[in-house]
């Protein structure tokens, strides 16, 4: 009889020491929430997820349509690199189910059709988005045809993780999954674990190219991958991002690699914070004075030791850019440890150093944003725009009475040196030819140190306080190489 | 008391804690070795032994990120091990290194031995960008391109970007006609680069003869009288205040509405503005000089014609200038 109670404080200590390990959970019920525009916590999440204005947002949907399908699965951060990642994908329009499954597994996450064992569940929302060019096609009067137009996305957000892990997940609903993907949170923060990853722009037009490099970052083991804008030519137009998921190199079509290397960009000229492109992505949502799109305009990304900031440059108005952004540029870059996290990368899409035919220079941006960069001395600018290679000497401050850029001391191959302890100026690159059609190129400007008309990537290597950067032709050979050590 | 004792042990020994499989120390440290001496055998292109240290790094922690790179290299490697890697070591020698018109002369040739697959066709893509992009040997860049595109199972990526290198090194030649023909040959004609060619192809004709039309419309309009337009008579019958207005209204809110609409058409749509201001005026100046010579009416007429055509040539050279004429192509779907 004695036995009997000491069993029972056994079991609940047991149960209730098991549930706060996270050994057992509680069943996920994600309330429903409906409407235009909603704003929830994911389940395990520290940070809201706020949705776009659409024709219809939902959480915690069920159900599928008769003929369901999933595609276009991609993975971001919305969340810290090294505990989340947030996927989002397309279903048919009557799909709201909203399931994701995961786990260290793979095989585990294969069998799964339901959370158990090592494979986890987690539920997001849908939204089901139209831009002015699908609506200028349907009569407003028809409800049944304003309840159909347009495209169904998901997304769900995936938080608590173990840093540097991998992943196995697969999205859509039991019975409708979509193949099982891998992705690795990022390393702690401020490590000096070695990562990687890849830079490229203006994909645009020609999506074989973009899938062709989507397949060499792929191949290069990238663990996250920067895009500086036009992703595609026409924002609101769907067919375009349709092209520029389903393109295939190789065999790998884009949507295969963006759903394994998790894709964060700026936003271009042509994207223009189209309702495609919001509602497509989940980026990081840090609202901040002045700030459109529900805070996915402009923010920043935290990987291992390095910051990056994702800047917009085409905004309704140059008070954006000369107050709000360079405000919050300041005041991000104010409050950064930069012994725990060295590096600092912007990358935002038209260059302030160009000496391509086309576009060139965009020097009023230069004015507004390099005081910033130089005063908080930033690594390295990442731009798109002008559809070329480029890379600029090392840049700090202006000549006298001028906005042109003064060139800092630099060592071999044109590369910042150490100058009391920090790199002698910010280096510009110009990735922008990933698919759009090329311009030309010169490396007659002064502050131009490569520059090639060509289709290519970069990668960048870190390890603690060393850079390497590599930036690829298609054909896997170098245009453009260098190393900084701080 | 000893059974919840039990309960607790159990308890902890059955904690998965959060850590779901982030490797430990030790074998971190050593992967990240293993990931080094590879990409250093990598870079030393000695790819049969990289493909070999990655096995052991992705082994190493095989569900830590780093093992993701390990076998992303894997897979790349394995894909072109034809030959035992001996062609990839090659290609890998030549990418890394300087790139000279005596090395690609040789690698050209060597590439001929090589077996039917990715690192042949990778290969020859090496050999024609090298000719086109650093060597500047439009001609030889040519060949190399047609003897990539000529390759089997070419990839329709790796067709395009061939594609898009022979059309570079075409009009390096000069041959907008070629580039043209060659982008209907292996059916991009819906390619940006095809609406460029066309302007270009209409361009080597065209440019010409806008500049012809533009002497003798200057030629004819002076020679008939039309000098007289500058004497203040013909300035007074020139600048008649309709005329004056009539010319603002036909040039400028054009301009400001183009650039208004359209960013992108600055400083294109003011140049040509102006540009047609100036072809006014002169037509002005002109048509009030043959008055004052007392021109016949056919004379007039002729010089009119001649104006206008020079005009026409003028808003045309601008246009072609600012790549207007292939915009207009894109759009039009020409």
Known sequence: ?486 | MHQFLIGLTACALLLPGRSWGQPSAAPADHQRELLAEAEAAERDAVPMRAASLYRSARDAAPTSRLARRASSRIAWLEARSDGDYGPLAELMEIQRGEITAARMEAFAARLETFPAGKVRRESRAQVASAWLRQLDQPTKALVAFEAWLAEPDLEIAERNIAVSGAVQARKRLGDAHGGLELLRREGFTAEPEMYHLRAAALGEVARPASWLAIVLALAFGLGAGGWRGLSPAGVRLALSPARVVAAAYAVLPPAVIATAYDFTLYPSAPVLAGVCTVALAFAAFAGAGLRLSGASSRVRLIAAAGTSLGALSAGYLVADRYALVEALFWWRGI
């Open chain 1, 1 to 486: 009889m004695k036995t009997l109670p000491a069993l029972g404080l056994g079991a609940i200590t047991l149960l209730a020491a098991c549930q706060q390990t996270g050994a057992i959970r509680d069943d996920q019920e994600l309330p429903s929430i409906e409407g235009k525009q909603i704003r929830y916590t994911p389940e395990g999440c520290d940070y809201d997820v706020t949705t776009p204005e659409v024709e219809h947002a939902l959480a915690g949907g069920t159900g599928v349509g008769p003929e369901p399908f999933v595609d276009h699965v991609h993975a971001s951060w919305a969340g810290p690199s090294h505990s989340t990642f947030a996927v989002n994908w397309r279903t048919d329009n009557l799909t709201l189910g909203t399931q994701l499954l995961y786990g260290t597994d793979r095989a585990a996450v294969e069998a799964a059709e339901e959370e158990g064992g090592s494979v986890r569940l987690q539920r997001g929302h849908t939204m089901r988005y139209a831009s002015f060019i699908d609506l200028g096609s349907v009569d407003r009067e028809d409800a049944e045809a304003m309840a159909r137009v347009g495209t169904r996305v998901h997304e769900a957000h995936v938080c608590g993780l173990d840093p540097s892990t991998t992943y196995y997940y697969k999205v859509g609903n039991p019975g409708h999954w979509s193949q099982v993907y891998d992705v690795s949170t990022g390393p702690a923060p401020g490590t000096k674990e070695p990562f990687r990853f890849a830079v490229s722009g203006d994909s645009r037009n020609r999506v074989n190219i973009w899938a062709a490099v989507q397949k060499a970052i792929l191949d290069a083991g990238a663990d996250f991958q920067i895009h500086s804008g036009d992703a595609v030519n026409i924002g609101p137009i769907q067919e375009q991002w349709d092209q520029f998921f389903e393109a295939t190199s190789g065999g790998v079509a884009a949507q295969d690699v963006l759903a394994r290397v998790p894709f964060m960009m700026a936003n271009g000229n042509h994207d223009i914070l189209a309702i495609n492109y919001l509602a497509q992505f989940a980026f990081p949502q840090e609202e901040s004075e002045g700030e459109s799109s529900e805070g996915m305009e402009w923010y920043h990304l935290d990987y291992g030791n390095a910051r990056l900031l994702f800047l917009n440059d085409t905004t309704a108005n140059d008070t954006i850019i000369t107050r709000y952004q360079r405000n919050w540029l300041r005041e991000n870059l104010r409050s950064l440890d930069r012994e725990k996290t060295p590096w600092v990368f912007v990358v935002h899409h038209k260059p302030t150093y160009s000496c391509g035919s086309t576009h060139g220079s965009d020097t009023s941006l230069r004015a507004a944003w390099q005081p910033v960069f130089d005063e908080f001395k930033v690594d390295v600018v990442f731009n798109g725009h002008v559809h070329n290679y480029e890379r600029s000497r090392p840049i700090r401050g202006f000549q006298e009475g001028s906005n042109a850029g003064v060139v800092a001391a630099s060592g071999e191959r044109g590369v910042p040196v150490l100058v009391d302890g920090e790199p002698s100026g910010t280096v510009y690159v110009v990735s922008a030819g990933a698919g759009a059609p090329l311009y030309g190129s010169g490396t007659d400007c002064y502050h131009t140190q490569v520059g090639e008309s060509v289709e290519h990537y970069a990668i960048v290597d870190i390890e603690d306080r060393t850079l390497w950067f590599r930036a690829y032709r298609l054909n896997g050979s170098i245009i453009d190489e260098f190393t900084i050590t701080k």
